[in-house]
Antibody, heavy 123, light 107 residues
Framework: QVQLHESGPRLVKPSETLSLTCSVS????????WSWIRQPPGVGLEWIGS???????NYNPSLKSRLTISRDTSRNQFSLKLSSVTAADTATYFC?????????????????WGQGTTVTVSS | DIQMTQSPSSLSAFVGDRVTITCRAS??????LNWYQQKPGKAPNLLIY???TLQRGVPSRFSGSGSGTDFTLTIRGLQPEDFATYYC?????????FGGGTRVEIK
């Protein structure tokens, strides 16, 4: 059973870089896609970006200039770095697996999620 | 980006009611539409993919329909454990987008 767990600082100062890691157990990040999603307090979900099984990345255009998603296959982890943060980046950050369910046509779903970690941007 | 608009943003219903949530895409997404349920303090949970296919283990009182730009999530016979927030999400584009969510509350 695949499990994901987010870790990283819970408090980040404005203008600094938010860094989170997602540790994957029960499965390899060399398969499927691995995503970051965030949820500001009381608000809906926002997709941040993904990294594929080959290491290629895909970012939300609104965050692309500040965002880096990378992976460490030896540790079976993938990471998020978001630079120049402001209070608007305060949110619960989730990592999730994105995989296809195929039956003729393939539908990509976020089928396994971490529990989420809340990050506050404040001085 | 493909914009996803859900309505209503919230609703109140009794246990046993039939509830319908709609999701509209800003352009055609064929049937590349997923639905998730999220309970307070928890991660979202996949309910339906491909607009109408139930994820394994999801009760049959949940159903999805639609294609193109207009989609519906229906819960027949609302149960106490169904009170939650529901999100649609398009997977037509590699840049994923979610609807704003529909909070289902107890009346």
């Amino acid at each position: 059973q695949v499990q994901l767990h987010e870790s990283g600082p819970r408090l980040v100062k404005p203008s600094e870089t938010l860094s989170l890691t997602c540790s994957v157990s029960g499965g390899s990040i060399n398969s499927y896609f691995w995503s970051w999603i965030r949820q500001p307090p009381g608000v809906g979900l926002e997709w941040i970006g993904s990294i594929s099984d080959s290491g290629s990345t895909n970012y939300n255009p609104s965050l692309k200039s500040r965002l880096t998603i990378s992976r460490d296959t030896s540790r079976n982890q993938f990471s998020l770095k978001l630079s120049s943060v402001t209070a608007a980046d305060t949110a619960t950050y989730f990592c999730a697996r994105r995989r296809p369910y195929c039956d003729g046509v393939c539908f990509y779903v976020l089928d396994v999620w971490g529990q989420g970690t809340t990050v506050t941007v404040s001085s | 980006d493909i914009q996803m608009t859900q309505s209503p943003s919230s609703l109140s219903a009794f246990v046993g009611d039939r509830v319908t949530i709609t999701c509209r895409a800003s352009q055609t997404i064929v049937n590349f539409l997923n639905w998730y349920q999220q309970k307070p303090g928890k991660a979202p949970n996949l309910l339906i993919y491909g607009a109408s296919t139930l994820q394994r283990g999801v009760p049959s009182r949940f159903s999805g329909s639609g294609s193109g730009t207009d989609f519906t999530l229906t819960i027949r016979g609302l149960q106490p454990e169904d009170f939650a927030t529901y999100y649609c999400q398009q997977s037509y584009s590699s840049s994923l987008t979610f609807g704003g969510g529909t909070r289902v509350e107890i009346k």
